[in-house]
C-alpha cells in the first residue's frame, strides 16, 4: 500500500506543517480519497474533467491465473500531432489546464467554416460551436473527425471501467499533410512518430506526478508481457506502443520504384524497437514500397486513390480475386480531391469484378516481415491487400510465428480462423452495440474452438466515426448508475465541464465512455459477448508472449543430399536438387516440362518430422504429395493438395518418423515444369 511521505512521519513540526499547507495552496488539488485508495491520485489538476466512477479497480488474476480485463488494440493518443498537427484539434494533456488542452483549432473559429477535413470526409459544411471546455456544445461527438477523443482523464475512465491493455497507434500520412492547408510542422512521417512516442512517455510522467512520483500512476508503458501482466495484476493500465503509418522508414514507391532499401529497413526498425514500438503495420492506406492495401470505399477512397497518385505517380490497379477473400470495393464516387490532379489526368473506371489490388507483398516487404519475427514484434495485417495478407499469412506459417494482429475490421474475414490458427488476436472495430454483437456472435465458434478472448479497436482520433446513439427511447438502454463488468465499481454519467454525457443520447463521443459501451452491448448483445470482451487482455498477451518466446525451427534439409526425377538443362546456370536447400533463395530446382515429377531430400538421419515448407518459383505445382520414408523405399503420403497457387506452401501433419521427404508433383500449374527455390523440414 502506497502512502504519502507526510502520513509516515510520526512527528509533524510546525514548518514541516506550513510547508504542506503551502504545497496545497500552490499545487494542484489533494484528492478527497483516504491514502489507502490507490486509484485516486493524491492531487489533481484543477479544474478537470470528472472520472465519475467509484470503486476500486480490481486486481490480480483470476482463479486460471489470467489477468483479466478489456484491450483496446488500436487507438491514436496523440494524431493531434500528427498530418502537420492541425487535423486533430485539442490535446491529450497540457500543463497548463484542461481548458489549454480541449480547445479548438484556431482556423475552426468563429464557426467551423473552415473545419475543412470535417467536410470533405463527413459530408455537411463542417459549421460547429469552436468552443471546448467548458461548455461543449457540439464537441467532442461520435460523428467528429477532428476533435480530441483522447482527454487523459476519459482514457482514465475507460481503465476505471475495466479496460487493461490500451495499445496506442503513432499514426501519421505524409500526402494528407501536404494536401492539407493548415499545419505547422514538418510532413516528415518518422518525425511525427519519434514526436509522439515521446509524448507517451510524457503523459506517463504527468499521471506518474498525480500519484506522487515515477512509477506511481495507473498510465503504465510496457515493452514485453512479463511487465505487462505485473501492471494489470496491480489493476493498472499495460500502454504498448504501435506505429501504423503509410511510408514506414522513407519506404515509399515512386512509379513502382522503391525509395528505400534493406538497410533503411532494418535501421526502422532497429529505431522503433528502441522506442519501444512491438506493434506495426507495413502499409496503411497507400500502396508503398512493402505491400498493397486494402482499398477505401466510396468518395473518401477516391480522395485517397488521388492522394496515392499525387504521392507516388500510380493509381491504385486491381485484378480478379483468386480465391474468396477480396479487397474493399474500391471508392469510385465523386470527391472534391479530384481538382488536384493535373490537368488532363482523371481517376481510372474500374471493372467491379476485378475487386483485388495487383500490389503484395513486395521483396522488400519480405525482408520487413522477416525482420519483425527476428525481433519478435507483432504484425498488423489490417489495410494490407489480401494478396500481401496471404503472403505474410504464409510466411508466419511456415515459420510457425504467431505475432498477427487484427485490430480493427480492416481485414477479409475469411482469414479470420488462419490468424487464431497460429496464434494470433482479433479485434472488432467499435461500431455500435447492435453492430458489434452481431458479428462477435458470428465468430463465436471460432473464439470457443481456440479458447480465445475478443478486443476491440476504438480507432479514437483516426478518422472515423464511432457508436450513434441509440436514443432516450431505445429499448434495453443504458441505465445510470450500473456496476463494472467484475462488478466493483460503480459508472455514473461522464461530466465534462458543464456538460454531462448520456451513451443513450451522445453515442460513443470519446473514450471514456468505453464502459457505457460495453454496458450497451450486454443489453443488446448480451453477457457472453462481455465475457468474450473481458478475457481479451489475457488473449493479446498470449499472442505477445507466444511471439517473445518464439524460437526459429531448424531446418533439417539444408545442405543435405537431394536426388530428383529430373533437372532441366540450362547451359548458363545449374538447376540441380541441391539447390532447394542451399539457403539461397535466388537459387531454384527446375524438373523437365512434365506432370509426374519428384523431388527428395535425405536427411541424414530418422527424424519426427511434422512441417515441410515449400517456396515455389512461378513454375509450381497445383496437385502434389508429401511422402514420407524411412528407408528410401517404402512410403507413405503425409499431406497432399490440388488445389495448389504458387507462393509459399506449408504442409502441417502428425510428427512421423522420416529420414526421407519426397515432394511428388503430380499436376503442374504452369506450363513449365516443376520449380522450388527451397524447401524447409521442420521436426516436431
Not at 488474476?61 to 483496446?72: I, Y
Not at 493498472?236 to 533503411?264: H, M, N, R, W, Y
Not at 471514456?512 to 473481458?534: A, Y
Amino acid at each position: 500500500m502506497t502512502r504519502c511521505s507526510y502520513r509516515r512521519r510520526k512527528d509533524v513540526t510546525v514548518v514541516s506543517l506550513l510547508l504542506f499547507v503551502l504545497a496545497i495552496a500552490l499545487g494542484p488539488t489533494p484528492s478527497s480519497a483516504a491514502a489507502s485508495d490507490w486509484w485516486n491520485p493524491s492531487a489533481r489538476p484543477t479544474p478537470d474533467s470528472q472520472v465519475n466512477v467509484t470503486g476500486e479497480p480490481f486486481t490480480g488474476t483470476n482463479s486460471a491465473g489470467e489477468v483479466r480485463g478489456f484491450v483496446d488494440a488500436h487507438n491514436h493518443l496523440f494524431s493531434n500531432e500528427a498530418f502537420g498537427g492541425r487535423l486533430i484539434c485539442g490535446k491529450v494533456f497540457s500543463t497548463a489546464g484542461v481548458a489549454d488542452a480541449l480547445k479548438d483549432c484556431p482556423e475552426h473559429y468563429p464557426d467551423g467554416t473552415l473545419a475543412i477535413f470535417d467536410y470533405i470526409t463527413h459530408g455537411g459544411d463542417g459549421k460547429h460551436d469552436p468552443v471546448g471546455w467548458p461548455t461543449f456544445k457540439d464537441w467532442p461527438a461520435y460523428d467528429s473527425m477532428t476533435h480530441q477523443a483522447n482527454y487523459y482523464a476519459w482514457i482514465e475512465r475507460a481503465w476505471r471501467g475495466g479496460q487493461r491493455v490500451l495499445v496506442n497507434d503513432l499514426v501519421t500520412n505524409g500526402v494528407i499533410c501536404s494536401v492539407y492547408p493548415f499545419k505547422d510542422r514538418s510532413c516528415d512521417e518518422m518525425t511525427s512518430i519519434r514526436l509522439q512516442a515521446k509524448l507517451t512517455y510524457q503523459l506517463q510522467d504527468y499521471v506518474d506526478a498525480m500519484y506522487g512520483g515515477a512509477g506511481k500512476g495507473w498510465f503504465r508503458i510496457v515493452t514485453d508481457t512479463a511487465q505487462a501482466r505485473k501492471v494489470i495484476q496491480q489493476g493498472k493500465l499495460a500502454v504498448i506502443l504501435g506505429v501504423e503509418t503509410s511510408e514506414p522508414f522513407g519506404c515509399k514507391q515512386i512509379l513502382d520504384i522503391a525509395q528505400c532499401s534493406k538497410a533503411d529497413i532494418d535501421k526502422g526498425l532497429d529505431e522503433l524497437y528502441d522506442l519501444g514500438v512491438r506493434s506495426m503495420f507495413l502499409c496503411h492506406k497507400l500502396d508503398n514500397a512493402l505491400c498493397g492495401v486494402r482499398f477505401d470505399e466510396g468518395g473518401l477512397g477516391t480522395a485517397i486513390n488521388v492522394g496515392q497518385f499525387l504521392s507516388t505517380g500510380t493509381f491504385w490497379k486491381t485484378e480478379k480475386c483468386t480465391g474468396p477473400q477480396h479487397d474493399n470495393p474500391i471508392g469510385t464516387a465523386a470527391s472534391d480531391a479530384e481538382a488536384d490532379l493535373p490537368a488532363g489526368t482523371e481517376v481510372p473506371e474500374y471493372d467491379e469484378n476485378a475487386q483485388c489490388n495487383v500490389r503484395g507483398l513486395t521483396d522488400l516487404g519480405e525482408y520487413a516481415v522477416q525482420g519483425m519475427m527476428k525481433r519478435k514484434m507483432m504484425l498488423e495485417i489490417d489495410h494490407m491487400s489480401v494478396k500481401a495478407t496471404g503472403q505474410v499469412l504464409d510466411m508466419f506459417e511456415a515459420a510457425s510465428y504467431p505475432g498477427v494482429l487484427s485490430s480493427h475490421s480492416w481485414m477479409d474475414l475469411n482469414w479470420t480462423e488462419r490468424v487464431y490458427s497460429l496464434g494470433g488476436f482479433v479485434a472488432q472495430y467499435m461500431h455500435g452495440s447492435e453492430g458489434f454483437s452481431t458479428e462477435a456472435k458470428r465468430t463465436d465458434a471460432l473464439r470457443a474452438k481456440y479458447n480465445v478472448g475478443y478486443g476491440y479497436g476504438t480507432d479514437f482520433n483516426g478518422i472515423g466515426d464511432h457508436p450513434a446513439p441509440r436514443g432516450a427511447g431505445a429499448t434495453n438502454k443504458v441505465t445510470y448508475p450500473f456496476k463494472s463488468v467484475d462488478g466493483g465499481s460503480v459508472i455514473d454519467k461522464q461530466t465534462v465541464g458543464s456538460r454531462t454525457f448520456d451513451f443513450n443520447t451522445d453515442g460513443g463521443a470519446n473514450v471514456g465512455l468505453i464502459p457505457d459501451w460495453i454496458e450497451d452491448i450486454r443489453h443488446v448483445g448480451g453477457q457472453d459477448v462481455v465475457d468474450d470482451l473481458f478475457r481479451g487482455a489475457e488473449s493479446y498477451l498470449d499472442t505477445w508472449g507466444a511471439s517473445e518466446q518464439h524460437q526459429a525451427g531448424v531446418n533439417l534439409a539444408k545442405g543435405r543430399t537431394t536426388t530428383a526425377s529430373s533437372s532441366e538443362s540450362n547451359p548458363f546456370t545449374s538447376y540441380q536438387p541441391g539447390r532447394a536447400v542451399d539457403g539461397d533463395g535466388d537459387s531454384r530446382w527446375a524438373s523437365d516440362w512434365s506432370d509426374d515429377q519428384w523431388w527428395q531430400v535425405d536427411l541424414g538421419s530418422t527424424n519426427l518430422v511434422s512441417r515441410v515448407t515449400l517456396d515455389w518459383e512461378r513454375a509450381y505445382g497445383k496437385a502434389y504429395r508429401i511422402e514420407l520414408s524411412t528407408d528410401g523405399t517404402n512410403w507413405q503420403t503425409a499431406w497432399s493438395t490440388t488445389s495448389g497457387d504458387g507462393g509459399l506452401d506449408t504442409a502441417k501433419f502428425t510428427g512421423t518418423p522420416a529420414r526421407y521427404v519426397r515432394v511428388h508433383g503430380l499436376d503442374r500449374g504452369t506450363d513449365w515444369g516443376y520449380s522450388l527455390h527451397e524447401v524447409g523440414v521442420n521436426s516436431a
